[in-house]
């Protein structure tokens, strides 16, 4: 197992357009997590599932965000209509237990929006 | 309105020396405590943590001391050295979550 895996590394994408982006984890890790990072900003916590169930999900994050995680394996985060705010390091993390155990990232997706 | 902060953008510190960053955090309920360092191009890695029943803990070359009553926590590393170099974020975890700081950047120089 080489860690988590996010696809793909790069998205450049027209505003307005949908994308979507996976996350591979650790395949014994039970729990996935999404955050998203500005440049200046540390990671913001967008959304996380403990297997298939998505437990919380930020208030910040806008009905044009859906995230899944089918048979709690690999995930999906998608962005409908996407907008230039939206430009950011998108960050994929799993964990064998809560967020106190420490998490291994992988190495994100920059979203460019133009 | 940033719960978890880290004042310092950066930090130039030679090798063989003392690095410590800073962090400060306002939320009181706040109870447990991870550091991560991030490298280019790469995620972040969990580094070490701490919980509010401590306000010390070691690992190797690293350390943590939290101030709850000043609601301030630090990293020590010693000594320094150039691998070292990276953004080193301070965390909360907040009903299975964490919230970051802006992070501070660390050049150890020769």
């Known amino acids: 197992d080489t860690g988590v895996s996010q696809n793909p590394r790069h998205k450049i994408t027209k505003r307005g357009q949908n994308v979507t982006f996976r996350c591979d984890p650790i395949?014994?890790?039970?729990?996935l997590y999404w955050y998203r990072q500005t440049l200046g900003q540390g990671p913001e916590f967008l959304t996380y599932?403990?297997?298939?169930?998505?437990?919380?999900k930020s208030r910040l994050l806008s009905d044009r965000f859906s995230a899944e995680r089918p048979k709690g394996s690999f995930s999906t985060l998608e962005i409908q209509r996407t907008e230039q705010g939206d430009s950011a390091m998108y960050l994929c993390?799993?964990?064998?237990?809560?967020?106190?155990?420490?998490?291994?990232f992988g190495s994100g997706t920059r979203l460019t929006v133009v | 309105d940033q719960q978890v902060k880290q004042n310092s953008p950066s930090l130039s510190v030679q090798e063989g020396r003392i690095s410590i960053l800073n962090c400060d955090y306002t939320?009181?309920?706040?109870?447990?405590f991870l550091w991560y360092k991030k490298y280019p191009a790469e995620g972040p890695t969990f580094l070490i943590s701490?919980?509010?029943?401590?306000d010390k803990n070691e690992d190797g070359r690293f350390t943590v001391f939290l101030n709850k009553s000043a609601k301030h926590l630090s990293l020590h590393i010693v000594p320094s050295q150039p691998g070292d170099s990276a953004v080193y974020f301070c965390?909360?975890?907040?009903?299975?979550?964490?919230?970051f700081g802006t992070g501070t950047r660390l050049q150890v120089f020769p």
């Open positions: 993390a799993s964990s064998i237990g809560d967020s106190r155990e420490g998490y291994t």
């Open positions: 395949s014994e890790h039970n729990r």
């Open positions: 599932f403990q297997n298939e169930a998505q437990l919380e």
């Open positions: 939320n009181s309920m706040f109870d447990y």
């Open positions: 701490i919980s509010s029943i401590k």
């Open positions: 965390a909360a975890e907040d009903t299975d979550k964490l919230i």
